[in-house]
């Protein structure tokens, strides 16, 4: 299995302009999380999916920021507008049955808004 | 609010056994985490603890005292690769959602 996969790995762009953040889950899990990760603040869960359905989106810092998961095996984090304070890096993980302990993180996106 | 404390940074030597530290205070208790997470890479599962007690896996151990709101992680026999930062993440009670400490940098030195 090629694990969780994240895409673009960086991505540099102006404040202000649209942000979109692509993760693709292991086969068969059927959950999928988002993480924000800085400095400052940590590392944060934004969003949870359970079979493709936002569970707990508590964790989104605000409106610029929306989550979508079609299907089973893609997922999107979408920052509209982008601010300089968005720059982190951003992880999706994906599990089978929801645990923690079996979370598995992809690469991460490394996210510069200028 | 959740509020997670861990010390910033450690050092220690090869060979040696290091323990850190996490306090936390959160509205009620439904598991604490720990994650190892080298340089420029994802988080990785280490522990899992949500009784009292001591949980022994390989050279690592994590222990919880939920009356005391305290936790730590043991590595023994350290080795250089065991350089990174530890996060320590709690579940408040009724919540599927961890929140997370700064994360300890641990180096571990010849």
Same mark, same amino acid.
């Given at each position: 299995?090629?694990?969780?996969?994240?895409?673009?790995?960086?991505?540099?762009?102006?404040?202000?302009?649209?942000?979109?953040?692509?993760?693709?889950?292991?086969?068969?899990?059927?959950?999928?999380?988002?993480?924000?990760?800085?400095?400052?603040?940590?590392?944060?869960?934004?969003?949870?999916?359970?079979?493709?359905?936002?569970?707990?989106?508590?964790?989104?810092?605000?409106?610029?920021?929306?989550?979508?998961? +079609?299907?089973?095996?893609?997922?999107?984090?979408?920052?509209?507008?982008?601010?300089?304070?968005?720059?982190?890096?951003?992880?999706?993980?994906?599990?089978?049955?929801?645990?923690?302990?079996?979370?598995?993180?992809? +690469?991460?996106?490394?996210?510069?808004?200028? | 609010?959740?509020?997670? &404390?861990?010390?910033?940074?450690?050092?220690?030597?090869?060979?040696?056994?290091?323990?850190?530290?996490?306090?936390?205070?959160?509205?009620?208790?439904? %598991?604490?985490?720990?994650?190892?997470?080298?340089?420029?890479?994802?988080?990785?599962?280490?522990?899992?603890?949500?009784?009292?007690?001591?949980?022994?896996?390989?050279?690592?151990?994590?222990?919880?005292?939920?009356?005391?709101?305290?936790?730590?992680?043991?590595?023994?026999?350290?080795?250089?690769? &065991?350089?990174?930062?530890?996060?320590?993440?709690?579940?408040?009670?009724?919540?599927?959602?961890?929140?997370? %400490?700064?994360?300890?940098?641990?180096?571990?030195?010849?």
């Amino acid at each position: 299995d090629a694990g969780v996969i994240q895409s673009p790995r960086h991505e540099v762009t102006e404040m202000g302009q649209e942000v979109t953040l692509r993760c693709k889950p292991i086969s068969g899990h059927d959950y999928l999380f988002w993480y924000r990760q800085t400095m400052m603040r940590g590392l944060e869960l934004l969003i949870y999916f359970n079979n493709n359905v936002p569970i707990d989106d508590s964790g989104m810092p605000e409106d610029r920021f929306s989550a979508k998961m +079609p299907n089973a095996s893609f997922s999107t984090l979408k920052i509209q507008p982008s601010e300089p304070r968005d720059s982190a890096v951003y992880f999706c993980a994906s599990s089978r049955g929801g645990g923690m302990e079996t979370q598995y993180f992809g +690469p991460g996106t490394r996210l510069l808004v200028l | 609010g959740q509020n997670i &404390d861990q010390p910033t940074e450690m050092t220690a030597t090869e060979g040696a056994i290091v323990q850190i530290n996490c306090t936390y205070q959160t509205s009620g208790f439904n %598991g604490l985490f720990w994650y190892q997470q080298h340089a420029g890479e994802a988080p990785t599962f280490l522990s899992y603890n949500v009784l009292d007690g001591l949980e022994e896996k390989g050279r690592f151990s994590s222990f919880l005292s939920r009356s005391k709101g305290y936790s730590y992680l043991l590595l023994k026999e350290l080795q250089m690769k &065991d350089s990174a930062s530890y996060l320590c993440a709690v579940r408040p009670g009724g919540s599927y959602i961890p929140t997370f %400490g700064r994360g300890t940098s641990l180096i571990v030195h010849p």
